[in-house]
């Protein structure tokens, strides 16, 4: 089992995520990149990640993001290493987790609005990719 954030991991999201067809009707009118964040933390001092670039109901690439002090993208879901563990066994809700700062979203908030339908099958689908522990 890949562990997350991981290539391994980033290869297996991105391939189940192209073969959702939920996410690919409520994501066609989407363009932009995501970057799905670990915090820093002993494990990873700069922060690592997945950058994902979407286009129209597609994953065109998932990228492993192991120093994420460079890292942009037009939005960023960033949460501690524990809880994007919680996430991915669905645990805390993705959307609630923000409103009650357990993660943080940068980016356009309108246009992330439009297409909650979309980041909610993005994250069944990653609740579907089995990780490490």
């Not at 192209?18 to 995501?34: F, H, L, R, S, V």
């Not at 987790?97 to 246009?111: C, E, M, P, S």
Request: aromatic content about 10%; glycine content about 6%; some cysteine.
């Amino acid at each position: 089992m890949p562990k997350f954030p991981s290539a391994e991991w980033a290869e297996v999201y991105r391939d189940r995520l192209n073969a959702n067809p939920a996410y690919q009707e409520a994501a066609k009118a989407w363009e932009g990149d995501i970057l799905l964040l670990v915090a820093p933390d002993p494990e990873a001092p700069r922060g690592e990640g997945v950058l994902l670039d979407l286009f129209h109901g597609a994953c065109r690439s998932a990228t492993f993001v192991p120093d994420a002090t460079d890292a942009r993208a037009e939005f960023t879901y960033r949460g501690t290493r524990e809880n994007w563990g919680r996430m991915l066994r669905r645990e805390i809700d993705p959307v609630r987790a923000i409103l009650d700062g357990t993660f943080k979203l940068q980016g356009n908030l309108l246009k992330a609005m439009r297409f909650q339908r979309a980041a909610k099958e993005m994250v069944d689908t990653a609740t579907q990719v089995p990780v490490s522990p």
